[in-house]
């Protein structure tokens, strides 16, 4: 079954500064996905990668704080910037992998990269 | 606006016990629903899902769930716990009224005693 690698797997970052998570997928995928799950709580969409334009944001997320690109049908990046400790949480990647179903997307996620922000 | 409520935040069982995880949703429209898994340190899986045909769906690793429409509610059991269930597991449901975007529980914490 299909990949997800995600990099950096977790790291400890300065107030202030920024960085930038890659997201591949070992086969083309239409759709990708950022989320953050925030410690001890569940997910929450941050935006949807469009292939070739710019991402679809959720209520809540911002272009200029989470930039995201996806050059190609395989590859995605997500920006954290000018990070806070409010920033620190899992950040995950996902793509339907497994298709839609009755509409829905059916997610294959990374393993997610654990942000702490000092 | 459909919802999902996971009504445990934590469930602790003992080994080889029968295992219950709670879900409730409501939804406006024929929802899909989705139990994922996530193990400490690693991705989220995907156990199994629910749209619209059989209402007793069984996943991996021995999980299954059933569809009560009159209850709203989509249960995950398990038969007999393995030290290896213990993770963090996510009720999830889609339908038109979300675009099918997902919405997610809370989640419950399976705490598996020796």
């Known amino acids: 079954s299909a990949v997800i690698s995600q990099k950096p797997s977790r790291d400890i970052c300065q107030r202030g500064t920024s960085l930038t998570i890659q997201c591949q997928v070992d086969s083309q995928v239409t759709m990708m996905f950022w989320y953050r799950q925030q410690p001890g709580q569940s997910l929450t969409l941050i935006a949807t990668a469009n292939q070739g334009s710019e991402a679809t944001y959720e209520s809540g997320f911002v272009i200029d704080k989470f930039p995201i690109s996806r050059p190609n049908l395989t590859f995605s990046t997500l920006t954290v910037s000018n990070m806070s400790p409010e920033d620190s949480s899992i950040y995950l990647c996902s793509a339907t992998i497994g298709g839609r179903v009755s509409g829905a997307n059916v997610l294959t996620f990374g393993a997610g990269s654990r942000l702490t922000v000092l | 606006a459909q919802s999902v409520t996971q009504l445990d935040s934590h469930v602790s069982v003992s080994e080889g016990t029968p295992v219950l995880l709670r879900c409730n949703y409501s939804?406006?429209?024929?929802?899909?629903l989705f139990w994922y898994v996530q193990h400490p340190n690693k991705g989220l899986q995907l156990l199994l899902k629910?749209?619209?045909?059989a209402t007793l769906v069984k996943g991996i690793n021995g999980f299954e769930a059933e569809f009560k429409k009159s209850e709203t509610s989509f249960h995950l059991t398990k038969p007999s716990a393995h030290m290896s269930d213990a993770a963090e597991y996510f009720c999830v449901v889609s339908d038109m009224d979300s675009n099918y975007q997902l919405i997610w529980g809370a989640g419950t914490k399976l705490i598996i005693k020796p």
């Open positions: 939804s406006s429209y024929s929802p899909s």
């Open positions: 629910y749209t619209s045909a």
